[in-house]
């Protein structure tokens, strides 16, 4: 007899990727009998992931949507008939019993074949602001999994029953406790990072600010360590300046830092852009952050979630394009200097946090395909 199947759909970032493949662990935990199967991308990360992954995976010659250079979508259409082709292949061998859609592109046209086949179907949206595939599969989908309780008012679902705000599935262990690989500094220590490439633009700022602080002889507060991820283009070039500083023995630059959410016991702060996984990973073991969203971030979903933390106490938000020098460095040098302020903050994100969520989601998925096979 076959094994009973769930499609996963998504990928193109780490962002819709991670959730995909950490619900499937969840699937594996609490019904080992399952199969998980995956539809990707060819030009997303997930054309580098999967492969070691250990699940089996079909990827489509998926092109990006040019939402405001139209004329670029040429190649969209002209790749249209070998994604559906493949598409209905993976249907065809996976035979799934239910699909389910964590974003990107690859999400729509595996939501679209699952409501031709009539086959169950669901969604896990990250972000606070849901993306274009959220908005428009929503109304034709069985379950709607939530990030962000914030999302549900951006989305027009009649039965409203439907909807869940459960958190963002993180992997197994919520963010610490038990990995082990980084060497942290004792003490408190501030984490800096953009995601696994890094982030330039914040790295200059954050660069400019403790240059800033060495120009006016400021000294270095008691106990803080600046752990900097600055990402593999990046770190050569940052810790080299970093290192004519006077307090560079304080900054510790680093190009990556694996299964970082795992590891996130030893942080007190993070300074870090906004995608909504990260964010979840410091919130699951109750870390705030100064927030400094990507600008450019389709449909402002960074800045979208950021202020949703902001609000609930568990992050300050600076915009990339407002900041005056020296602003993120005394932001955080002033935080980690107030026990109060950074407990207030802790306190916040965790009451934000869902380590639990994947198996949380995979248990409602998993009474859909019950309800469906009675």
Not at 62 to 83: C, D, G, I, K, T
Not at 116 to 134: C, D, F, K, Y
Not at 257 to 272: N, P, T
Request: charge should be positive; glycine fraction near 12%; aromatic fraction near 6%.
């Amino acid at each position: 007899m076959a094994a009973t199947r769930i499609l996963l759909a998504g990928g193109g970032t780490g962002g819709h990727l991670y959730p995909a493949l950490n619900l499937a662990d969840a699937f594996g935990r609490l019904a080992p009998d399952l199969e998980c199967v995956f539809l990707g991308g060819r030009r997303g990360l997930e054309a580098r992931v999967l492969p070691d992954a250990g699940y089996r995976f079909r990827l489509l010659p998926l092109q990006p949507l040019y939402r405001h250079r139209p004329w670029r979508n040429w190649r969209l259409f002209a790749s249209a008939p070998a994604v559906l082709a493949g598409v209905r292949r993976a249907f065809r061998d996976f035979d799934p019993a239910l699909v389910v859609g964590t974003g990107g592109y690859v999400a729509a046209p595996a939501l679209a074949g699952a409501r031709l086949r009539r086959v169950p179907s669901a969604i896990q949206e990250q972000n606070a602001a849901p993306g274009l595939v959220t908005r428009l599969f929503a109304p034709g989908v069985d379950q709607i999994h939530l990030g962000y309780p914030e999302a549900e008012a951006r989305l027009r679902v009649r039965d409203r029953k439907r909807l869940r705000a459960l958190g963002n599935p993180v992997a197994p262990g919520g963010g610490g406790g038990g990995a082990v690989g980084f060497d942290w500094p004792p003490g408190r220590n501030l984490l800096v990072f953009g995601g696994s490439q890094g982030a330039l633009g914040l790295n200059r700022a954050f660069l400019r600010d403790l240059e800033w602080a060495a120009q006016r002889s400021e000294a270095w507060p008691d106990g803080v360590s600046v752990v900097w991820i600055a990402g593999p283009a990046h770190a050569d070039r940052v810790s080299a300046r970093v290192s004519a500083l006077p307090f560079a023995h304080r900054v510790r630059v680093v190009p990556y830092i694996d299964d970082l959410g795992r590891q996130l016991d030893g942080v007190a702060l993070a300074l870090c852009r906004a995608g909504a996984m990260s964010l979840a990973e410091l919130c699951a073991v109750g870390r705030p952050a100064v927030l400094v969203p990507l600008p450019t971030s389709v449909g402002g979903h960074q800045l979208t979630n950021a202020r949703a933390l902001a609000r609930a106490g568990a992050a300050e938000l600076r915009e990339e394009t407002a900041l005056e020098p020296g602003d993120l460095w005394s932001t955080c040098r002033a935080i980690l200097a107030d026990d109060a302020r950074l407990g207030g903050m802790s306190a916040a994100a965790a009451s934000r946090g869902r380590p639990d969520a994947a198996l949380a989601i995979a248990r409602e998925m998993l009474n859909l395909l019950d309800r469906a096979a009675a």
